[in-house]
């Protein structure tokens, strides 16, 4: 039985699309689990809302209401290290899932 190529060719393409849009998401959960391990020292994390003062980092829950929050924008500013938070070595997927993380924070 033969197949056609375009058939073939197209099956591979929708395959090939799919495994990469699936390895592309970010995940929130793992997000959570990354700023327990390097964020609560200085951020609140959570959902919920404590008094900061003008010399703390803000809470997630706070930056993720800003009006200009951008998950993309915030995972390639946790990729470059700042004199002001340690290097956290975070790969590009880590990045995705921390911003995932706290963009879940949003009300």
Known sequence: MRHSSAGFL?????????????????????????????????????????PTRADQPPSFASIARRPDFDANHLAFFLLDPHPVMPNMGLTRAEASDLAAYIASLRK
């Open 10 to 50: 197209g099956a591979i393409a929708i395959t090939l699309t799919f495994q990469s849009n699936a390895g592309m998401a970010a995940d929130p959960l793992h997000g959570e689990e990354l700023a327990r391990r390097w964020c609560a020292s200085c951020h609140v994390i959570g959902a919920e809302e404590r």
